[in-house]
Nanobody, 124 residues
């Protein structure tokens, strides 16, 4: 049974926008930090952003700050990643994950649940 399911990826031109969704069980959203990651071909996985429920803390890596916005809808058990002004270097497989600590999740990849990902391609 999949605990995290991503959707919303696709092909978009540079400067365009996409909104990714990560649907999770209520248990996961209540107790875990949810992070978004991406991995481009031939490159290491990169933590992009995260959010928690307790205090709505959010964090963004410098490469996406000002362009991406993470949010959550508790009623829909979902976390979203709004991506604006997309660049070719944003291309990659995007997936969400849940972990107990935001630093360990985003920077060290220590997560308890992982989704399978949704592909984002930014190209003209």
């Amino acid at each position: 049974q999949l605990q995290l399911v991503e959707s919303g990826g696709g092909l978009v031109q540079p400067g365009g926008s996409l909104r990714l969704s990560c649907e999770a069980s209520e248990f996961i959203l209540d107790y875990y930090v949810i992070g978004w990651f991406r991995q481009a071909p031939g490159k290491e996985r990169e933590g992009v952003s995260c959010i928690n429920k307790r205090d709505n803390f959010t964090y963004y890596e410098d490469s996406v700050k000002g362009r991406f916005t993470i949010s959550r809808d508790n009623a829909k058990n979902a976390v979203y990643l709004q991506m604006n002004n997309l660049k070719p270097e944003d291309t990659g497989l995007y997936f969400c994950a849940a972990g107990a600590n935001w630093w360990r999740l985003l920077r060290q990849g220590v997560g308890d649940y992982w989704g399978q990902g949704t592909q984002v391609t930014v190209s003209s």
